[in-house]
């Protein structure tokens, strides 16, 4: 089963949280903040009002309580506008 977005609508998976510190700590899961980078894993065509401007396989930066949350085959993804997508990292 596929998640295939509409719209101005992309689909994006997590970048896995850091699990130590820099200095080596772990960090508890809970403790752990919901990342804001994103994997951007399929988009939708866009409209006339919000352009598609990115791709499959950017890595982006969203705002951070955007989207819906869906879970598929065990896996979770967000499910945004592209409008609450802030930068694409190069």
């Known amino acids: 089963m596929t998640i295939k977005p509409l719209a101005d609508k992309v689909l994006l998976s997590q970048v896995e949280a850091e699990e130590t510190t820099a200095s080596g700590l772990f960090i508890a899961a809970s403790a752990q903040e919901k990342p804001e980078f ?3 894993e399929a988009v939708g065509p866009g409209t006339e009002e ?3 401007t990115i791709s499959v396989g950017d890595k982006v930066i969203i705002t951070k309580y955007s989207g819906t949350e869906v879970k598929l085959d065990g896996k979770e993804y967000i499910i945004a506008s592209v409008k609450d997508i802030l930068a694409v990292i190069e």
Do not use: D, E, G
């Open 38 to 40: 994103m994997n951007v």
């Open 50 to 52: 919000n352009p598609m």
